[in-house]
């Protein structure tokens, strides 16, 4: 796993220029393609137009280049727009450990130039765990570089978390039923959140925050997305939105899957008596705040939550509490 994130890091340098076009030097960088395939680690470059004997690859131990030149053929009449490159080309790409560069095989047909090298059997184990999701990303280094940084990252952070858990935690861990949830559980190894504070000092407060919101989530019977909380109130999902907009429902965003709304505010007949009026009082707040004023125990209250007194019919007292709440949250 290490050879593989480093081979990333390495590769993330290697793209100066923009695909397929020429820079201020007159050189222009063929786009390519990197991928693991069984034992072997394959470059692909596009070279539209050029042909064998246009390009030359030379490997080292530690790199192998591409390199050429596409001639530019007499411009046509009445031409308005060519954005292939021309002119001298140069892609250099660090080769990971565990290739065997003196392995090298290359094949040229219909414009790609497709160069194998032969790997060990280490990388090759590293790389036969990872999801198509991932050889995916590997392969997309130029269009996906922010999800391969990313990605590289997070495999050191893992490889860190293995590397100081104990083999408990991380027999537990591993028993986790996701793959989200296995991290999670490693997380939670005081071992590791040690070893993490020497790093960030804030970690642990990360985590538990992580964790505190993890609750508040499955507090009560959890979430429902849009498109249930549509079906249980009889209206559309843009409706849905616009209540979630307008402060008459609760709605918590989840990225790019949306909203998700606390089960706990919807009864059979629709929403919980006085959850509006509750929540314009609340309205300084997020919707985490909101969601941590509902389902904690509050003083004013008699240590009772506002969710329980409000479906008890304490709505004035909810209302009090929810405004000594709001102007606190204002000052």
């Known amino acids: 796993m290490r050879e593989l994130s480093e081979q990333v890091d390495r590769l993330l340098a290697d793209f100066p220029f923009v695909e397929g076009r020429s820079d201020s030097t007159?050189?222009?960088?063929?786009?390519?393609?990197?991928?693991?395939?069984?034992?072997?680690?394959?470059?692909?470059?596009?070279?539209?137009?050029?042909t064998k004997s246009d390009v030359t690859v030379d490997v080292t131990?530690?790199?192998?280049?591409?390199?050429?030149?596409?001639?530019?053929?007499?411009?046509?009449?009445?031409?308005?727009?060519?954005?292939?490159?021309?002119?001298?080309?140069?892609?250099?790409v660090p080769l990971p450990k565990g290739v065997k560069s003196d392995?090298?095989?290359?094949?040229?047909?219909?414009?790609?130039?497709?160069?194998?090298?032969?790997?060990?059997?280490?990388?090759?184990?590293?790389?036969?765990?990872?999801?198509?999701?991932?050889?995916?990303?590997?392969?997309?280094?130029?269009?996906?570089?922010?999800?391969a940084i990313f990605l590289t990252r997070a495999l050191r952070g893992i490889e860190r978390i293995a590397k100081h858990a104990s083999a408990?935690?991380?027999?537990e861990a591993a028993a986790a039923p996701t793959d989200v949830s296995v991290v999670m559980h490693a997380l939670e190894q005081p071992e590791i959140i040690a070893e993490l504070k020497a790093d960030d000092p804030l970690a642990p407060a990360r985590i538990r925050g992580l964790q505190e919101r993890q609750r508040l989530l499955s507090v009560?019977?959890?979430?429902?997305?849009?498109?249930?909380?549509?079906?249980?109130?009889?209206?559309?999902?843009?409706?849905?939105?616009?209540?979630?907009?307008?402060?008459t429902l609760l709605g918590i965003h989840a990225g790019r899957h949306g909203y998700l709304y606390p089960a706990w505010q919807f009864t059979r007949e629709g929403t919980i008596k006085g959850l509006e009026t509750v929540l314009s009082f609340l309205h300084h707040h997020d919707a985490w705040?909101?969601?941590?004023?509902?389902?904690?125990a509050n003083d004013r209250l008699g240590g009772d939550t506002?969710?329980?007194?409000?479906?008890a019919g304490h709505l004035e007292d909810v209302k009090r509490a929810a405004r000594a709440y709001g102007e606190h949250g204002a000052a």
């Open 306 to 311: 506002p969710l329980k007194a409000l479906r």
């Open 220 to 247: 009560g019977d959890g979430t429902w997305d849009a498109e249930a909380v549509a079906k249980h109130l009889r209206l559309s999902r843009q409706a849905v939105n616009r209540r979630r907009q307008q402060g």
């Open 103 to 147: 392995s090298v095989k290359a094949t040229f047909k219909n414009g790609v130039l497709e160069i194998v090298m032969i790997t060990t059997e280490v990388h090759r184990a590293a790389a036969e765990h990872l999801t198509p999701t991932t050889h995916k990303l590997f392969s997309e280094l130029p269009r996906e570089k922010a999800r």
């Open 61 to 92: 131990e530690d790199t192998m280049t591409i390199h050429g030149e596409r001639r530019q053929e007499p411009e046509e009449r009445g031409l308005l727009l060519s954005e292939p490159g021309f002119g001298t080309f140069r892609r250099t």
């Open 26 to 50: 007159g050189q222009w960088s063929p786009r390519i393609e990197i991928f693991q395939r069984s034992n072997e680690f394959v470059i692909r470059a596009d070279l539209p137009g050029l």
């Open 289 to 296: 705040m909101q969601q941590i004023f509902m389902v904690n």
């Open 168 to 171: 408990d935690a991380i027999s």
